[in-house]
């Protein structure tokens, strides 16, 4: 099954943040839409400047709030808009990523890319590869079973962040 | 309280053929902060724009999301409109619910599902916009242009031409450069001093041009439009408001022996010199390394000779003349400081060039570089234009040419192409053929690159007509046999090793930025490549803007560089310039960095990632003036706004405006299960 | 040890500084000291128990220090590296502090405990350790043991967590982590935490949730091991003071350890050596990008 294959009725259907920087991915994504080329629908991009931008703490708090999984892509090195926010973005996420991996994260659910501007159809194979491989991870339950507040739980006031979410008795 | 409006553009069928608009439009009507939210066929027309400026109005609007194509395509649209209805430009957001959504799925359901999220998410960000208004920043009109070769003159004379005043900072004594050198060019084999002369004394009489030669930048500080430089004018021991450049002192001079820098070391000058007769300013110029006056004074001996001194009626001569430095403000700074050629001595700047061993380091007196053969064809060389060999004054009947010494070369020299060797060795064999008649040029090389207006044409001239033997293959080794090269070689065409004899060797030695450039990059705040060459912005779309911004770049210290590359690099920067000097304020969009003073620890990692030089130390005082904090602050004025500070930063105590880190978490909330 | 009293007690009767920063006996065992007379340098001691890093001392984030003016303070190789780690990041004009080097062969874990420094008391991070005396010093004083050799218990947690499946790590973190009370001993400690406003503590926006739940205590530690990446001296103190025992130093050790692989770095008592996040090498390995 591929990633725009629909999936069957009461299936799993895993939501992706993408965090993509303005110039090479936003761009190429754009040009995707330009072309035309189908991809999956459960990704949600977030626009930043730059991959430099892209802070770790953007993808704890998109895994708190139920992300299955994490896309993080921008410019090819050397085709920074900004010469080296990719280059200590490459190295912020080397660390990040096995930390991840080290306390237990399944690493496939976040994906590192570099995609430019003229590759829209590499951030169609980027989006749907994505999809699929974190929809046979299934959903990010471990992530979600952290919700348990026992503030919240104790009290009975939820924090504004925790809004709409399920908190277990 | 956050009032929202959410207009959801139906793009005629392209977003309404998959998405469902009025589903969106109504879905966002429950986000809390939305008020307003309506969809419509063209939200770009007229018609829709008015929309957005009316609901401004009456519905006293806070922010606007319009759910339509991509911000790259209309964001400046709507901030217009947004503007237009008396409302900050920057609370206005676009969601991309045409590129990213309904031109690349076909389900409506998910689709408008998906729009719906991108709607919600860009009114999350809007909900934490603030207004943001346009940086101005004062620009000092003038430029410094660092380097009097024929980059450097070029862009001073097109931006003093321009209407601009420019200082010109050469650190030797006369402007005019490697080009002054050079017999003729190719591919016209037009006098390189017939154009250049008149372009030098262009710049000494044109009266926006301030000239400061034998001068070097000691420092730089401030940024963009409002640059501060420091310029070591060296002490010349020359008055030169009383020199009238007759020359009597040079002739008179008794240490004549000196080996002459113009001539490459095959001339020689006096200790008090003139580079060359048509240096500009016609100044001379004590050596005070070589003067015997200031050999003496150096071992603490009385004065002897001043001879000079007592030969010049205006009473010019002042050996106790001092640098001086002197200030400039200037607003746009252009570098162009030009090239050396890798030594072909045994001495290397560098531990990574090693130099050419087996072509004898140097020692074999007739086997001497490029710009040595220059000197030797130039009219105004030292031997006035004969060809002869440096060891014995002898006509060479049998001249060789190595290509590709030191470029293209990992293992001793660099691993880039020189790129103006090949062209400048086909002129060197027509120049001698046309000198030695009876001669037999002959020229090893790697490959011909010939690839400019009239180049191709020219190489096959010197092969075809001009009777160079080229020969495609590597010299391995070279000696001397009596007056004789011998050189042993490889013929990778023919396969088979070649032995030959040579009355003299030229060596193309590669192209190196001159040296003290990572000195003057660091003083300037640009980077550089691991060989020294200033880094252009980009490499396609800034080839003259350094990531500095109002630093400019010219000629063969970005990348190796012929005379019409360097050229018309100069003319860009120069462009470039007279754009920035158009205004007297420079705007600047607002999206940049900012510093929570209360919360900076002052660890200056953002200082560290900051690519541009853009954060600076800010002194806290406490009221008794006494600094209590150091801590960091971004001059808006040359922050880029990547934000890879922001990221970067511990207490998240620097903030990109515009994509704070308060809007993104609101769109990671947006997007919650 | 008299070396070292001697020469506070010079520093301090010559008015080089105005208080020495060491090591004292305290009623449950070695504690850190502030002498500022100089009769009180005969109370410093420098032993296996001597395990805190004063170099916390000297952030910023601690006026009382900074109202005594210039100080001098005992270091051992390790907490040299902290100290070099605070010049490096601007924290401490170097000018402003005499730093006593004392040569050292490891200590212990714990400073209230009595028992001698061997092979099975000795604290991990001293497992290996090259350094006898730091270089980063004014004046070296004392000797060294010969030190320990490895292998660091850590290092064999960490081996033994990598082979096993994500889930098994997954659970073992969580049990971990869930014991957290979020009373940020940790960030306290730690001589690299230092600023004034910690992230942990903001509210808008609040990536950080601050109450004691798996949740925001997995956000609070992923944070924490990103903001130490490469600039962690491992000088084991969060783990020391954490009252719940959480093994932190396998955190600080694993990101040591993926810093030294990729970047080649480890902690330098050299100022002027740069952290390894914060600059690049244009052909930083990438297999992890698509």
């Known amino acids: ?169 | 309280m956050a009032r929202i409006g959410v207009f959801v553009c139906h793009c005629g069928e392209n977003i309404g053929r998959t998405v469902d608009c009025h589903g969106v439009a109504e879905a966002c009507k429950d986000v809390p902060g939305v008020v307003h939210s309506v969809d419509y066929k063209y939200m770009c027309s007229d018609p829709g724009q008015q929309m957005v400026k009316n609901a401004i109005a009456e519905k006293g609007l806070t922010g606007v999301v319009v759910a339509a194509c991509s911000p790259h395509m209309h964001e400046k649209t709507f901030r217009r409109a947004t503007a237009g209805a008396g409302l900050n430009p920057f609370l206005c957001e676009m969601a991309n619910v045409r590129e990213h959504c309904s031109w690349i799925h076909e389900d409506r359901e998910k689709a408008t599902v998906k729009a719906v999220d991108i709607t919600k998410t860009i009114i999350e960000k809007v909900k934490r916009n603030v207004p943001l208004n346009t940086i101005r920043i004062p620009v000092t009109r003038r430029a410094l242009v660092i380097g009097g070769g024929i980059a450097g003159i070029q862009a001073a004379l097109d931006i003093a031409d321009g209407g601009r005043e420019v200082i010109l900072v050469e650190k030797g004594p006369s402007i005019g450069g490697h080009m002054s050198q050079l017999s003729e060019t190719f591919p016209t084999l037009d006098c390189s001093q017939c154009i250049l002369t008149p372009r030098m004394v262009e710049v000494y009489q044109h009266p926006r041009i301030k000239l400061y030669a034998y001068s070097e930048v000691e420092s730089v500080e401030g940024y963009i439009g409002n640059f501060k430089v420091t310029v070591r004018r060296k002490a010349r021991s020359v008055d030169e408001d009383k020199c009238n450049g007759c020359g009597a002192c040079t002739q008179v001079c008794p240490n004549k022996k000196i080996p002459s820098e113009f001539d490459c070391g095959l001339g020689k000058r006096t200790a008090i010199y003139v580079p060359f007769p048509q240096a500009v300013p016609n100044l001379p110029t004590v050596d005070r390394n070589k003067c015997l006056l200031f050999m003496n004074r150096a071992k603490g001996r009385p004065d002897t000779c001043k001879k000079c001194a007592d030969a010049c009626a205006k009473g010019a001569i002042d050996f106790d003349q001092q640098d001086r430095l002197v200030t400039e403000d200037v607003g746009a700074i252009v570098v162009a400081t030009g090239y050396q050629l890798y030594t072909i001595g045994k001495d290397q700047p560098k531990d990574n060039l090693k130099g050419y061993g087996e072509y004898g380091y140097g020692t074999i007196p007739d086997v001497i570089d490029g710009l040595q053969f220059e000197r030797l064809a130039s009219a105004s060389g030292p031997t006035s234009g004969k060809i002869l060999r440096p060891s014995d004054g002898k006509e060479p009947k049998r001249i060789v040419f190595l290509q590709c010494i030191g470029s293209r070369d990992p293992q001793k020299g660099m691993e880039y192409c020189s790129k103006i060797c090949c062209m400048y060795v086909a002129k060197h064999t027509m120049l001698y053929h046309h000198k030695v008649h009876d001669g037999q040029a002959t020229v090893f090389y790697m490959d011909i690159r010939a690839a400019g207006k009239g180049y191709e044409e020219f190489s096959r001239r010197a092969i075809e007509e001009e009777g160079a033997q080229y020969i495609r293959g590597r010299v391995s080794r070279m000696w001397r046999e009596g007056d004789v090269i011998k050189i042993l070689g490889f013929d990778t065409l023919e396969g088979e090793p070649i032995e030959m004899d040579a009355d003299m060797v030229v060596l193309a030695t590669a192209m190196r930025p001159q040296p003290g450039i990572d000195a003057l990059a660091q003083k300037l705040s640009v980077s550089y490549d691991q060989h020294g060459f200033i880094n252009e912005a980009h490499p396609k779309l800034r080839p003259v803007e350094t990531n500095t911004a109002g630093i400019f770049v010219a000629g063969a210290c970005q990348a190796p560089r012929d005379i019409p590359d360097a050229v018309a690099m100069a003319s860009a920067t120069a462009s470039k310039v007279l754009g920035l000097f158009a205004n007297e304020m420079l705007e600047r969009e607002p999206t940049v960095a900012c510093v929570n003073e209360a919360n900076c620890a002052g660890c200056f990692h953002c200082e560290r990632v900051c690519a541009y030089g853009a954060v600076e130390h800010k002194d806290i005082k406490d009221r008794a003036g006494n600094v209590v904090r150091v801590i960091a602050y971004v001059n808006p004025g040359v922050c880029q706004g990547c934000g890879t500070c922001q990221a970067t930063c511990p207490s998240k105590s620097v903030e990109l405006q515009g994509f704070t880190d308060e809007q993104i978490w609101g769109e990671i909330q947006a997007l919650g299960v | 040890m008299t070396e070292l009293r001697e020469l506070a007690r010079r520093l301090l009767s010559e008015g080089t500084v105005n208080a020495v920063l060491g090591w004292e006996e305290g009623p449950r065992g070695a504690r850190p000291a502030f002498v500022t007379t100089p009769e009180g340098a005969d109370t410093l001691i420098f032993d296996h128990r001597c395990v805190h890093n004063l170099a916390s001392y000297l952030s910023p984030r601690r006026p009382h220090l900074k109202r005594l003016g210039k100080v001098a303070m005992v270091l051992k190789p390790c907490d040299a590296r902290a100290v070099a780690g605070l010049i490096r990041e601007t924290q401490i004009p170097r000018d402003k502090v005499v730093l006593i080097g004392v040569r050292c062969g490891g200590v212990i874990t714990d400073p209230d405990s009595t028992a001698p420094l061997t092979e099975a008391t000795v604290a991990d991070r001293c497992r290996g350790c090259p350094d006898r005396e730091g270089h980063l010093a004014d004046h070296t004083v004392g000797t060294a043991g010969p030190g320990f050799a490895g292998p660091s218990k850590r290092a064999q947690k960490i081996e033994e967590l990598a082979a096993a499946p994500a889930e098994k790590r997954w659970a073992f973190w969580q049990s971990e982590l869930e014991k957290c009370v979020r009373c940020h001993a940790c960030r306290q400690v730690c001589p690299m935490c230092y600023c004034d406003r910690c992230l942990a503590d903001k509210t808008q926006p609040r990536w950080i949730e601050s109450s004691p739940h798996a949740r925001g205590n997995m956000a609070w530690h992923v944070a924490r091991a990103m903001h130490l990446a490469g600039r962690c001296v491992d000088c084991g103190e969060c783990e020391r003071v954490c009252p719940e025992g959480i093994p932190l130093g396998l955190i600080t050790r694993k990101i040591a350890q993926v810093v030294s692989e990729r970047y080649d770095f480890r902690p330098s008592d050299d100022p002027a050596v740069p952290a390894p996040v914060g600059t690049y090498r244009m052909d930083d390995p990438q297999e992890f990008i698509l």
């Open chain 1, 1 to 169: 099954m591929d990633a725009t294959t629909p999936a069957v009725a009461g299936g799993f259907e895993p939501r992706i943040t993408a965090f993509v920087c303005n110039w090479c991915t936003y761009t190429g994504a754009d040009l995707a839409g330009t072309s035309r080329l189908q991809m999956a629908s459960n990704v949600r991009i977030i626009r930043l400047p730059c991959t430099g931008r892209i802070d770790p703490m953007f993808i704890t708090k998109a895994f708190e709030r139920g992300a299955d999984g994490i896309i993080v892509s921008g410019c090819h090195p050397a085709d920074c808009h900004y010469n080296a926010g990719n280059y200590h973005a490459r190295r912020r996420f080397a660390i990040f990523r096995e930390l991840m991996d080290f306390l237990g994260v399944d690493t496939g659910r976040i994906t590192f890319s570099w995609v430019s501007a003229s590759e829209g159809g590499k951030w169609r194979d980027v989006v749907n590869d994505a999809v699929t491989r974190v929809r046979a991870l299934g959903p990010f339950t471990d992530y979600r079973k952290l919700v348990v507040d026992p503030v919240a739980t104790a009290t009975g006031v939820v924090p504004p962040e925790h809004v709409g979410k399920e908190v277990p008795a």
